[in-house]
């Protein structure tokens, strides 16, 4: 497990323990993290998981898939940050990563 930190629409910091190799969607969920109800389950067919990465972690990201590209299309206010958390594994080094919750 790493600890990551969400930072909700509100305002409202939570940090939150994220199992290696599961989505930071699955860690949202389980924590109920507002603003991400991730309605497709993991499918990166809705964009209801998006969220801000943040920027010191990005370049340590897989690139957006183009599955996942098409699904940012329908999200608001989308930034470079952006990704669907359901598509991003957790890894050990993202120890210390805030997730920002437009």
Not at 56 to 73: C, G, K, Q, R, Y
Not at 79 to 87: A, G, H, I, V
Request: proline letters at 4%; a negative charge.
């Amino acid at each position: 497990m790493v600890k990551v930190t969400f930072v909700q629409a509100n305002g409202e910091r939570k940090i939150v323990d994220a199992e290696i190799g599961k989505s930071l969607m699955e860690a949202a969920v389980k924590n109920g993290i507002a603003g991400v109800p991730a309605d497709c389950g993991g499918a990166c067919s809705c964009a209801t998981c998006h969220c801000y990465i943040d920027l010191n972690f990005l370049d340590d990201l897989p690139p957006a898939s183009a599955d996942e590209i098409d699904m940012l299309e329908f999200a608001e206010e989308v930034k470079e940050n952006s990704r669907l958390t359901c598509q991003v594994k957790v890894k050990e080094s993202h120890e210390g990563m805030t997730i920002l919750v437009p």
